[in-house]
């Protein structure tokens, strides 16, 4: 697989192991590091990087901040939330704020590498204790969970409408008059945002939540 890699985390040790890990995994890669999101910004302004591997707690500016940060200005950039911390509360922020996968820094390297490939397929990806977190959370908490939606924007309800509509992604391109890819980016974001697995949950969030018909 070849694309360009950014690591953002403050520990320069940590940085230097994980580099070295995704050269070998991924030898064609362009890989580049930052000790902070302000830095990352700055660095990706020119040239924006395929993905952004970040870790949540961050000096001055959050994982979760520099996330929407980095979004807000580079849609089309696909993060990963790398963390020592697997409170679920904290993932849940990392995937409202646009992150497509969140892995812990316990799990092995292979954890890392699905999350890169699904990642860069379009998926969102959860490592098993990710996954494990969220769903206790979310039994633990039912209020609070469905309450943990975050609000969403007149174009990603209109692209959820036709998702419940079962429009595939170049009928929706025509109809908003927006390139494929940026349906796709959006669904995607979509997925990660409302924490659904498919375009099936996607719809049965739009329905539950009146933004789409039966």
Do not use: W
Request: proline share 6%.
């Amino acid at each position: 697989m070849s694309l360009s890699l950014l690591l953002v985390d403050d520990h320069a040790m940590f940085r230097a192991g994980l580099r070295s890990l995704l050269q070998s995994l991924y030898p064609d890669a362009v890989l580049t590091e930052a000790g902070g999101c302000g830095s990352a910004l700055e660095q990706m302004a020119a040239n924006p990087p395929d993905l952004v591997i970040m870790d949540a707690h961050l000096p001055e500016i959050d994982g979760i901040e520099g996330t929407r940060r980095v979004l807000a200005r580079h849609p089309g950039v696909k993060v990963i939330i790398l963390s020592g911390d697997s409170n679920p509360s904290l993932i849940l922020h990392a995937l409202q704020a646009g992150a497509l996968a969140y892995v812990v820094m316990e799990d092995s390297p292979d954890e890392l590498e699905r999350a890169i490939r699904a990642v860069m397929a379009g998926m969102a990806y959860f490592s098993p204790e990710v996954a494990a977190a969220i769903a206790r959370y979310c039994r633990e908490n039912p209020l609070a969970a469905a309450g943990s939606a975050p609000p969403l924007s007149d174009r990603e309800k209109r692209i959820l409408q036709l998702i419940a509509q079962g429009k595939r992604s170049k009928e929706m391109a025509v109809q908003l008059n927006v390139a494929t890819k940026s349906v796709e980016v959006y669904r995607s974001r979509l997925m990660s945002k409302l924490g659904c697995a498919s375009p099936g949950e996607l719809t049965r969030f739009a329905i539950r939540e009146g933004i789409a018909a039966l």
